[in-house]
């Protein structure tokens, strides 16, 4: 079973731009998580929100959380070549953690 | 450690053999994940370890996969008689408590592929 599912599955977008990804889960959770992965390695950790948080910023990154809608996305502003990466949510809905298929974003140069 | 760290960075390996992909948690996290994540697809949860608790394995795709935590620490996740849809990388991760509740940390895994 899938903790959270991305959407769009890619984002194409011009540097400088905005970008907003999505992650519906189906389940009560306490906290959600978004990932970044670069070239197909290991995920780097960006950013937690709780439950009875329903924003947070972190640099250009700024995470939504709505558990009426069990769901939440992640804008990043002004966006970079270097923000090119796919992006993943997970939340603590279970006891282990499983991702989506998560969102390819690409940034032109 | 500084991070989670996984061996072999790559491994070709030939179809048949059987393989053995080692990772290296960051010390004192209880939690252990392994993925598996082919080509341009998402991550496949395999198997996770939490404490001294008995492994949640109902993400092994096979009976050809296994995987075993020893001492609370380094984990290793074999596969038996491997086939070219094996081919994938194949990543760690470990947090300091269970499921999503703190933050993961991921290796840079290992790149099995199978010919």
Not at chain 2, 25 to 39: D, F, K, M, N, V
Not at chain 2, 65 to 76: C, I, K, L, N
Request: charged residues 20%.
């Amino acid at each position: 079973s899938q903790q959270g599912e991305e959407d769009p599955q890619a984002l194409s977008i011009q540097e400088g731009e905005n970008a907003t990804m999505n992650c519906s889960y189906k389940t009560s959770i306490n906290n959600l998580q978004w990932y970044r992965q670069n070239s197909g390695r290991g995920l780097v950790h960006l950013i937690l929100i709780r439950s009875n948080e329903r924003e947070k910023h972190s640099g250009r990154l700024r995470v939504t959380l709505d558990t009426s809608k069990k769901s939440s996305s992640l804008l990043i502003t002004a966006s970079r070549a270097a923000d090119t990466a796919s992006y993943f949510c997970a939340t603590d809905a279970y006891s282990d953690m499983r991702f989506g298929a998560g969102t390819r974003l690409t940034v032109k140069p | 450690g500084a991070g989670v760290s996984q061996s072999p960075s790559n491994k070709v390996t030939e179809k048949g053999k059987d393989v053995e992909l080692r990772c290296d948690p960051i010390s004192g996290h209880t939690a252990l994940y392994w993925y598996r994540q082919s080509l341009g697809q998402g991550l496949e949860f395999l198997i996770y370890f939490q404490g001294n608790s008995a492994p949640d394995k109902s993400g092994l795709p096979s009976d050809r996969f296994s995987a075993e935590r020893t001492g609370g620490s380094v984990s290793t996740l074999t596969i038996q008689r491997t086939q070219q849809e094996d081919s994938a990388v194949y990543l760690c991760a470990s947090s300091m408590r269970q499921g999503a509740r703190t933050e993961a940390f991921f290796g840079q895994g290992t790149r099995l592929t199978v010919v």
